[in-house]
């Protein structure tokens, strides 16, 4: 048995998620799953993760009938189309998307309808990394060090995205995460000389924080999160995922797409709500919930939204932002409004799993004063 008060109650605590209690109808679907990640002899079975995206709209208390009569005509989307679909309405990268005048009507239809939406942004590589952090932290018992808890994973990241191949064949090596007892001051000389190769990549302070809390580690007689786990596999599933939202917005109704694997993951956790059982989430086929057909094209374009950010540079960011068209920064604005009256209504509804440079990116872009 699984109590979900156990998981929310913490983050909401933390955080000041005063809402968090409040009733919802949330429908769900998702992008670039990619099931499992793992390492491999010749590398991450799957080569460049995107972003994983969960997402979707919601609406304030049960479910109720949402009609897409209106939209699919404003969308001139063909009669023999039985749902709508991101297809349907934008393709190509983000910046692509933007130039869609019907996304910016998809939006704006959203918003008419008094529909918010939601989501948890996953960068597989960030997650795959954040343990190695939270292992000496909690190993050092240093509370002093708790409030840079986010920067040091960040610039940790740093170090370790400037260069892919190299970081990923480091987890071969050491049958990453499973570094264990024996090779752990190894593996973090080796982040050492890492840092020392790339120090240009951070700030002095920032560089110096790092290289302390890395020192630290070599001391420590367990790094607790890198041992006895199941070797060379970073991610071994998506469900964790939903089971977050399912707890957090636990007195809300779940409506999710039919998806393999997820719904064995939650039956089989035996989920409470204290001592009663839960049962606030469903399953469902897309072209029976209009709320999920929908949810399919916001999860999309947020997918491709997160993926552009966290592969874009800072400087090509900015320059992107300044060279956006009439119709672009239309439609950009029409989803930073949404995006920002959804938080305004309940700050659960974004969920981010990036790093800090990462989520900087996506503020900024999303900025609607254009600074």
């Known amino acids: 048995m699984s109590d979900v008060n156990m998981l929310r109650d913490p983050t909401i605590a933390l955080h000041g998620l005063v809402k968090a209690d409040d009733a919802y109808a949330v429908y769900y679907d998702e992008t670039n799953n990619i099931r499992r990640l793992h390492v491999r002899a010749d590398g991450l079975n799957e080569r460049d993760p995107k972003c994983f995206v969960i997402a979707g709209v919601a609406h304030r208390g049960p479910p109720r009938p949402i009609s897409l009569e209106a939209l699919r005509s404003e969308l001139r989307i063909q009669a023999s189309a039985k749902e709508i679909k991101l297809k349907h309405i934008a393709t190509g990268s983000f910046l692509e998307a933007l130039t869609s005048p019907k996304m910016e ?6 918003s008419a309808q008094d529909l918010y939406t939601h989501f948890t942004v996953l960068d597989p590589l960030y997650w795959s990394i954040v343990d190695i952090i939270d292992s000496i932290l909690a190993e050092a018992g240093e509370n002093a060090l708790l ?3 986010q920067a040091l994973k960040n610039d940790l990241y740093t170090v370790l995205r400037h260069d892919y191949e190299t970081t990923v ?16 001051r190894e593996f973090v000389n080796e982040l050492l000389d890492l840092l020392t190769h790339r120090a240009n990549l951070l700030p002095p302070l920032r560089r110096n924080m790092l290289k302390g809390v890395l020192q630290i580690a070599t001391r420590l007689d367990a790094l607790p999160f890198l041992e006895d786990e199941t070797p060379n596999v970073l991610i071994e ?9 399912i707890a957090m917005l636990k007195n809300s109704t779940h409506i999710l797409d039919d998806e393999y694997g997820v719904e064995p993951y939650l039956s089989g956790l035996g989920l409470t709500n204290g001592a009663k059982p839960l049962a606030n989430y469903r399953f469902a086929s897309s072209h029976d919930e209009p709320g999920i057909q929908l949810s399919d094209v916001v999860a999309g374009l947020l997918g491709k939204f997160f993926t552009y950010v966290c592969v874009t540079a800072g400087e090509e960011l900015v320059q992107d932002r300044q060279n956006l068209s009439a119709q672009q920064t239309r439609t950009l604005e029409r989803l930073a409004a949404l995006m920002e009256q959804s938080v305004e209504e309940n700050a659960v509804f974004a969920h981010y799993i990036l790093s800090e440079r990462d989520r900087h990116g996506a503020a900024f872009f999303l900025d609607r004063t254009g600074s």
């Open 105 to 110: 009507a998809f939006l704006a239809w959203l």
């Open 237 to 245: 599933g998506f469900g964790p995922f939903y089971l977050e939202r």
């Open 147 to 149: 409030p840079w808890n």
């Open 169 to 184: 064949d480091m987890f071969r090596r050491y049958t990453y995460p499973d570094v264990g007892r024996a090779r752990r």
